[in-house]
């Protein structure tokens, strides 16, 4: 033992490994590491690799004394000089450990990197800031090092806590604070580097290294203060956001969800949602840094925290909302998944819910201060605009085949009276709640279907589709009914003609508008004929609302020239004219003792069209007729032209006068011009009528299309006899027959019940009463089927007796099929087989054509 210390303390017997690493440490540390001394050492490295360990755990242990020196001192007069000596040494050391890390590069280092990361941990451990920033320099420059073989054994943990400490530091000087900062900063970005690319190392994704990794770049992107003082890469908020950007780049499919996890929690820690400009700035960096692929992971993610946070503030639901519309606009412009849907199920969703909370509050709060109802009423209403908004941005960057089903989507949620609605229960919200619903569904699908190019109509208005929304459009709400005529615009305008059409007017020459057309496809020939009539129907019902303004009447003008240059071949031209002429009709006749600005309106409608059509066709016959009444108009009746109805304080006749038919069109007239050009117009003197459908059932409204449609399906056993009919005929008879608002109440609650009962009773039950129906229909059946061949085998059985013995049997089956053939019977063979008396195979008549 003693031989042992005594040849420890003499120079020229220690090992060669420590006089090579003593000799780069010069006499004085001002001088630097000896270069000389450090390629002998190198070299020497180089040559016997099995050295390393030893080489390293030797350094590691001068720089470990130098680091207790440094920190404690020596003397406590000397204790600054000590500093600065023991500081140098340690740099001195680090260089030595990092050019021997950069130079060799072999099986024999990874001990020598355990030995490396063991000194870089001592010095981040330090409370010095230099020796901190010493010991993340170093790593980096080992970071950067690309290994031959991976390290199974070799964790970071240590590191990510660290330099994670250090990018919250709050030292007292501004400039070692930021120091600090970027210290910790780039050791995070070199554990990134140094981790992500080694599959061994995919611990590194785990939530509790990404919750002290990702918060720690968002503190220094959040902490702008220092921005302006530093520039450049030694700025902590620019070296944040590269960071972050790099890590999100190389996060995988199954890190996606851990790596945004901790950005949502970040911004609820520090209510970062209002404002949230913060939370957008964060999530455009997100979207953009991550692959395209991985993008309905975030939106995923962001969808489930505004389900956390449903009962939260309004704000800040709209804050969460906002930065899920910066997510879907980049998304949509890539893949974004089987999210779709689920996006516009879960926004739906939240835009039941404010609408809940702002009725309720209104209903709560009716006795306490006013301002501050009006405040939550404005914040519900910022939510529901983002929510609107969102739904709008992102359905109308989808690809059409997809916006169509957004469409189809979107429609079935918008609440119908008397139509079940599996989002959204009415009865609980009310007619003022339902009326918000439904207007803020139909500005999404406003926005959803602007710039929608569908190549055939009936792709862009399907049945499903359709038929709810004009259900829609029969609502007792002006609204309503613009904004169903907005969305039918957008989806029958498909070559950008609408801003030429704006505003309701006579146009002098429909050629100057440069309108863009197409030759309408057999296609939409096969929709105008299918569906033409609920367009139409859609037409003149909106036209007859009392409560019509003049925006209504510009969007029926522009539906109705829409229609016409897209859809109009010869067919559809007779039925636009006979619209026209019924609507001219109903304004006159008045039997719905309309206003009469309404009425004024409707012939102006009629006329403003009817002046677009004429020049659209060229027709001469028809332009001459239509430009004779707008002159006559024009001197005798101004109120009946659009630009003089619509006109504040524009004067209204007390009556229409309807036997001046210089001022009206002339069914005659139009016949003659358009028979001149060779349209058929045998239809034109038949008026029109609207169909009378579901509709106008399910709408709740007064017209009268609820006499027509009334359902007088009455049990014969309940009728009076004939001789009593003309007694019983009174005024209150008529008025009890008419008045079928108990029955449907009585069909509407029936159809509930069983719609209730196919959605909530179990399979087994369903089934059962399906096979009991199935079972009653067969046996009816076979009872009828059963007594019909009885009688026939009856007869059959007549003529047999008929015939006398086995030689006239020849002419019994002649007379059997005389029989068949009188009682229509197509397929006799079969009652042959029942009568044929014998037992020997039967053969029939081949020769007969009958049994051909």
């Not at 020229?12 to 006089?19: E, F, G, I, S």
């Not at 870089?120 to 080992?142: I, W, Y």
């Not at 203060?225 to 960071?243: K, M, Q, T, Y």
Request: charged share 25%; glycine share 4%; proline share 4%.
């Amino acid at each position: 033992m003693s031989l042992l210390c005594v040849c420890g303390c003499c120079g020229p017997l220690r090992p060669r490994y420590k006089r090579l690493v003593d000799n780069i440490f010069p006499e004085d540390p001002k001088d630097g590491l000896v270069k000389a001394d450090m390629e002998k050492l190198t070299f020497y490295a180089v040559s016997a690799p099995e050295k390393l360990d030893r080489i390293g755990a030797y350094l590691a242990e001068r720089l470990s004394r130098d680091v207790v020196r440094h920190r404690y001192g020596w003397l406590r007069e000397n204790a600054h000089c000590s500093s600065s000596l023991s500081l140098r040494y340690v740099v001195i050391a680090m260089e030595a450990l990092d050019q021997l890390l950069m130079a060799c590069h072999s099986q024999s280092i990874k001990p020598f990197v355990e030995s490396f990361l063991h000194m870089v941990a001592k010095l981040l451990e330090s409370r010095e800031p230099d020796l901190q920033v010493l010991g993340t320099n170093s790593f980096v420059k080992f970071a950067n090092i690309e290994e031959d073989t991976p390290s199974y054994h070799r964790r970071y943990d240590f590191f990510v806590s660290q330099f994670s400490a250090m990018c919250h530091s709050t030292h007292e000087d501004p400039e070692t604070r930021t120091r600090i900062r970027v210290a910790g900063i780039k050791g995070l970005q070199g554990v990134v580097r140094k981790t992500v690319n080694d599959e061994l190392q995919a611990i590194i994704w785990e939530p509790q290294h990404m919750d002290k990794l990702i918060p720690s770049m968002l503190f220094n992107m959040q902490d702008n203060e220092d921005a302006d003082r530093v520039s450049g890469e030694e700025n902590p908020a620019s070296l944040a956001e590269s960071c972050f950007r790099e890590l999100l780049g190389r996060a995988a499919y199954g890190n996606m969800n851990n790596a945004v996890r901790p950005v949502l929690v970040h911004l609820d820690n520090h209510r970062l949602w209002d404002p949230n400009e913060f939370a957008v700035s964060c999530f455009r960096i997100i979207m953009y840094s991550i692959q395209a692929q991985h993008s309905h992971h975030v939106i995923q993610q962001v969808l489930n925290h505004l389900d956390t946070h449903s009962k939260n503030t309004p704000r800040v639901r709209a804050g969460i909302v906002q930065v899920l519309l910066e997510t879907v606009a980049i998304a949509a412009k890539g893949s974004v998944g089987p999210t779709v849907l689920e996006v516009f199920n879960t926004l739906l969703k939240h835009l039941r819910v404010s609408v809940d909370c702002e009725l309720g509050d209104s209903r709560r709060n009716s006795g306490s201060s006013i301002s501050s109802f009006r405040n939550r009423d404005s914040d519900e209403r910022i939510v529901q605009n983002a929510i609107i908004q969102t739904i709008g941005f992102f359905g109308g960057n989808l690809p059409d085949y997809q916006r169509a089903e957004v469409m189809m989507f979107i429609m079935g949620k918008v609440p119908v009276y008397g139509t079940p609605c599996h989002t959204l229960d009415t009865a609980k919200m009310g007619h003022q709640g339902t009326k918000r619903i439904q207007t803020m569904l139909l500005s999404s699908l406003i926005m959803v279907t602007s710039g929608f190019k569908c190549k055939t109509m009936s792709a862009g208005l399907p049945a499903a589709f359709l038929e709810p929304l004009c259900s829609i459009s029969l609502m007792e709400d002006a609204e309503l009914r613009q904004l169903v005529l907005e969305i039918l615009h957008n989806i029958i305008d498909r070559h950008d003609n609408r801003a030429k059409l704006r505003g309701i007017r006579i146009i002098p020459n429909v050629a100057a508008l440069k309108i863009k057309r197409e030759k309408i496809s057999k296609q939409d020939v096969g929709f105008m004929k299918k569906h033409g009539q609920q367009l139409y129907r859609h037409i003149y019902l909106g036209c007859k609302e009392e409560d019509n303004v003049q925006k209504n009447f510009e969007l029926l003008f522009t539906a109705l020239a829409l229609i016409t240059i897209e859809l109009a071949n010869e067919d559809v031209v007779i039925d636009v004219i006979r619209l026209s002429l019924a609507l001219q009709d109903m304004a006159l006749v008045n039997e719905e003792n309309l206003p009469m600005f309404c009425r004024c309106g409707i012939l102006s409608l009629v006329a403003a069209y009817m002046n677009f059509l004429s020049q659209m066709i060229a027709n001469p016959g028809l332009c001459q007729h239509v430009s004779k009444v707008i002159e006559l108009r024009n001197l005798e009746a101004p109120y009946l032209l659009p630009e003089h109805v619509f006109r504040e304080k524009c004067p209204l006749p007390a009556a229409l006068q309807s036997e001046d038919r210089g001022v009206y069109f002339s069914v005659c007239e139009v016949s003659e011009a358009l028979g001149g050009s060779g349209y058929n117009v045998e239809r034109l003197c038949v008026p029109y009528v609207p169909q009378v459908t579901d509709e106008d059932r399910l709408t709740r409204r007064k017209s009268f299309v609820d006499t027509v449609s009334l359902q007088v399906d009455i049990l014969s056993n309940s009728l009076p006899d004939k001789s009593q009919l003309a007694e019983e005929i009174t005024f209150e008879t008529l008025k009890k027959a008419i008045d079928t608002t108990g029955l449907e109440e009585q069909e509407r609650e029936r159809r509930r019940q069983v719609m209730e009962k196919f959605q909530k009773a179990p399979f087994e039950e369903i089934a059962a009463h399906c096979e009991s129906k199935n079972n009653m229909l067969h046996d009816r059946l076979a009872q009828i089927f059963e007594l019909t061949i009885r009688e026939e085998v009856v007869l059959l059985n007549s003529a047999l007796e008929s015939s006398s013995g086995h030689m006239n049997m020849r002419c019994s089956w002649f007379a059997i099929t005389h029989v068949l053939w009188s009682l229509k019977v197509t397929k006799p063979i079969i009652f042959y087989k029942q009568i044929y008396p014998f037992k020997r195979p039967f053969r029939p008549f081949i020769h007969n054509p009958w049994f051909c």
